[in-house]
């Protein structure tokens, strides 16, 4: 079974760049789509970003439009975000998960429900 495996957080200040990976671990996931998802103490688990099978279609939350890059190199099974200009509101655990699908529609992309493998999460603090 598929297991995504988080990495790539920490502790940065207001401006900083984080880059977060995704790696497979006992599975693939180069036939599907991915996305990154974020949970703040006390929030409900949201949608940041996500990427079809190929790498050519990407969507972003509007929180993180400009900000954030979400990217794949099916060759090595890993997933990226990059993160730029982070604020404090950035601060959250950021998960990863595996699609269904290699597509989805855009409105689809951002719904919890369709993604099968969720990782354990990575912590991001940004401090202001």
């Known amino acids: 079974q598929v297991q995504p495996v988080e990495s790539g957080g920490g502790l940065v200040q207001a401006g900083a760049s984080l880059r977060l990976s995704c790696a497979a671990s006992?599975?693939?996931?180069?036939?599907?789509?991915m996305g990154w998802f974020r949970q703040a103490p006390g929030k409900e688990r949201e949608f940041v970003a996500a990427?079809?099978?190929?790498?050519?279609?990407?969507y972003y939350a509007d929180s993180v439009k400009g900000r954030f890059t979400i990217s794949r190199d099916n060759a090595k099974n890993t997933v990226y975000l990059q993160m730029n200009s982070l604020k404090p509101e950035d601060t959250a655990l950021y998960y990863c998960?595996?699609?269904?699908?290699?597509?989805?529609?855009?409105?689809?992309?951002?719904?919890?429900?369709?993604?099968?493998?969720w990782g354990q999460g990575t912590q991001v603090t940004v401090s202001s």
């Open positions: 006992g599975g693939t996931f180069s036939r599907y789509a």
């Open positions: 998960a595996r699609g269904q699908r290699p597509n989805y529609s855009a409105s689809a992309y951002s719904r919890m429900d369709e993604y099968a493998y």
């Open positions: 990427i079809n099978w190929s790498g050519g279609t990407t």
